[in-house]
DNA sequence: ATAACATTTAGCACATAAGCTAATTAATTA
DNA sequence: TAATTAATTAGCTTATGTGCTAAATGTTAT
């Protein structure tokens, strides 16, 4: 899950189209062949790079192979273009909810943390 | 300014170098091929792939042409990403500043009003 | 076991992209 | 105007990437 991979990926138009395609869930890899006019190994292949830069995931139910986005890969982006900009235009976490007095324990992941420090 | 070519741009690591280079303003193009160890037409073209794409402007001064960021290009891409992420990780512009009451007519722009509609 | 379906892998053809050197354009100075 | 320096454009070679078809793999059902 490098920035290199990431942004490579991103790079390809197909590969884009796939992400938004998953913007909202999972979905088998079949119905991800059906909305392009490639074949289905053209777009097997797109889906492993996009695998191999840490985009999505995937888990199998029976004969289907389900892919989902990997929030993570995206955020990690988001961040690196945030680090570019002037803390005007910056992009930030949403101002984070309420932390529960109750549990103090369990901490809200906050996603950017992760990835902040390492560009 | 598409983020086709936006993000085809950035997939490349000399181009995404050239980028991290400006964070923090202008550099004449000799100093950017200073720093790496391609010969300069090489690098001249990742400039125009950036320029082409809306990433970076360009001023003369002379002899010396100045790049910079057009950080437009970036919040754009930042925006995508946003696009993709749920409301819970999704990236924002940070608060935007208190309004000058006694400027009505000077608004702040928002870079990011202008791209978020576009995806 | 084999048939049927979903998906990936292999191997090849073609297009795009990145690198180089040499030549050109543009501005400055002698 | 000629020389000098900055930067780009042209033309070429090679590497990488994207597309295809055919074959292989994995799972389920008969």
Redesign the interface.
Known sequence: MT??AI??A????SR?KI??ML?DGEMPASSIFDQFDYAAPTISRHLSVLKEAGIVITRRKGVYIYYA?D?EA??A??NW??????????????APKERVARAPKVKTEN?FDKFQSEF
Do not use: C, W
Not at 10 to 13: H, M, P, R
Not at 85 to 91: A, D, R, S
């Open positions: 920035i290199e942004s490579k991103i790079g390809d138009e884009r992400i938004e913007k986005l929030k995206l955020v982006m988001a273009l945030s680090s570019l900009l002037p803390p005007t235009n910056q992009v930030v976490k949403a996603p």
